[in-house]
C-alpha cells in the first residue's frame, strides 16, 4: 500500500504560480504512474495531467495544456504539477494519485487508479 501527500496549494492572483508536490510513501514509487486530477465545488473531479512510471510520457488536460507541467523525481518518491498563469477556473482541490503497475494514458480517462491523496486546495483569486 502507498500512501500520497500533498503540499504547495494556496491562494494566489490571477496570472500567479504554484507548485504542487505530492509525496509518496514505500520504497516501488517507480512502478507508479502517477497523476493530478482537480474538483471544483459542485463538480465532478477531472483528469489534470498524468505522467508514466519513467517519466517518459506525459498527458494534460486540454485546459490545462501550455500552461501545466507534471514530473516526478523517482529518486525522492515525488511528483510535482508546476502551474503558471493560473486562472480562476483553476480554483479546486487538486488530488494525487496513483496506479500500481499502470498507464498514465488510462489513468487520464480515470482508470486504474490504485490511490488517492487527500488533495490541496488552489484558489485562485481574480
Known amino acids: 500500500q502507498v500512501q500520497l501527500v500533498e503540499s504547495g496549494g494556496g491562494l494566489v492572483q490571477t496570472g500567479g504560480s504554484l507548485r504542487l508536490s505530492c509525496a509518496a510513501s514505500g520504497h516501488t514509487f517507480s512502478r507508479y504512474a502517477m497523476g493530478w486530477f482537480r474538483q471544483a465545488p459542485g463538480k465532478e473531479r477531472e483528469f489534470v495531467a498524468t505522467?508514466?512510471?519513467?517519466?517518459?510520457?506525459?498527458y494534460y488536460a486540454d485546459s490545462v495544456k501550455g500552461r501545466f507541467t507534471i514530473s516526478r523525481d523517482n529518486a525522492k518518491n515525488t511528483v510535482y504539477l508546476q502551474m503558471n498563469s493560473l486562472k480562476p477556473e483553476d480554483t479546486a482541490v487538486y488530488y494525487c494519485?496513483?496506479?500500481?503497475?499502470?498507464?498514465?494514458?488510462?489513468?487520464?480517462?480515470?482508470?486504474?487508479?490504485?490511490?488517492w491523496g487527500q488533495g490541496t486546495q488552489v484558489t485562485v483569486s481574480s
Open positions: 505522467i508514466s512510471r519513467i517519466g517518459g510520457t506525459t
Open positions: 494519485a496513483a496506479a500500481l503497475d499502470g498507464s498514465a494514458q488510462f489513468m487520464s480517462i480515470m482508470r486504474g487508479i490504485d490511490y
